[in-house]
């Protein structure tokens, strides 16, 4: 397998594992919708941590980089939901 194939199939699979970290949330936000509340830090700081991948990935020169952005763009969305939850 070449360089470059090997680099692009990591890449998708990462991204993949990636969203579905974040995804894997929608049991704690649940919980914390019926009053179990959960943790709120460990949220918070994933959704920042996201935040700051996705502005390196956007602001990236000569191109964007589309798999960082896309692989943390869900922790953001999932990160925050889950901490205004747990509040």
């Known amino acids: 397998m070449d360089n470059d194939k090997f680099f692009r199939i990591l890449g998708i699979v990462a991204t993949i594992t990636s969203m ?50 896309i692989a943390n763009s869900p922790g953001i969305l999932f990160g925050l939901f889950a901490f205004f939850t747990a509040l």
């Open 20 to 69: 579905a970290m974040y995804v894997s949330y929608i049991p704690q936000i649940s919980s914390n919708l019926d009053g179990q509340k959960g943790d709120w830090l460990q949220p918070l700081v994933a959704a920042i941590n996201c935040m700051l991948w996705v502005i390196y990935g956007v602001l990236k020169k000569p191109k964007r980089d589309l798999p960082i952005i």
